[in-house]
C-alpha cells in the first residue's frame, strides 16, 4: 500500500513563504514520477507543478513560475515544493501525487495520470 503524506501548509501572509514536503511509502521511489496539484473552495484541482522519477525535469503552471519550486530527494523519498512570494490566490489544499514511470508516456499536468494521492495540506494566504 503507497502512502503519501504532504505536510508543511498553514497560514501565511502574503509575501511570505512556505515550504511543503510529501513523504512517500513506496520502496521504488526512484521509479516514481512526482506531482503538486492543489484545489480551493468551489474550483477543480489544478496543476501545480511536477517532478521526473530522476529529479532531471521539472514542470510548471504559469500561475507559479518563477515563485514555486519542486525538488525530488530520492534518498529521502520525499518531494519538496517551496513556494515564495505567496498571494492570496494561492490559497487551497495541496496534493502531493505519484505516478508509475515506467508505465507509459507522462503528461504531468494531467491529475488522472498519477496513480496515487495525498490526503492534502491546507495552505491559507492572507491580504
Known amino acids: 500500500q503507497v502512502q503519501l503524506v504532504e505536510s508543511g501548509g498553514g497560514l501565511v501572509q502574503a509575501g511570505d513563504s512556505l515550504r511543503l514536503s510529501c513523504a512517500a511509502s513506496?520502496?521504488?521511489?526512484?521509479?516514481?514520477?512526482m506531482g503538486w496539484f492543489r484545489q480551493a473552495p468551489g474550483k477543480e484541482r489544478e496543476f501545480i507543478a511536477a517532478?521526473?522519477?530522476?529529479?532531471?525535469?521539472?514542470y510548471y503552471a504559469d500561475s507559479v513560475k518563477g515563485r514555486f519550486t519542486i525538488s525530488k530527494d530520492n534518498a529521502k523519498n520525499t518531494v519538496s515544493l517551496q513556494m515564495n512570494r505567496l498571494e492570496p490566490e494561492d490559497t487551497a489544499v495541496y496534493f502531493c501525487?505519484?505516478?508509475?514511470?515506467?508505465?507509459?508516456?507522462?503528461?504531468?499536468?494531467?491529475?488522472?495520470?498519477?496513480?496515487?494521492w495525498g490526503q492534502g495540506t491546507q495552505v491559507t494566504v492572507s491580504s
Open positions: 501525487a505519484a505516478r508509475w514511470a515506467p508505465s507509459s508516456i507522462w503528461t504531468p499536468m494531467r491529475s488522472g495520470e498519477y496513480d496515487y
Open positions: 517532478i521526473s522519477r530522476s529529479g532531471g525535469s521539472t
Open positions: 513506496m520502496r521504488t521511489f526512484t521509479s516514481y514520477h
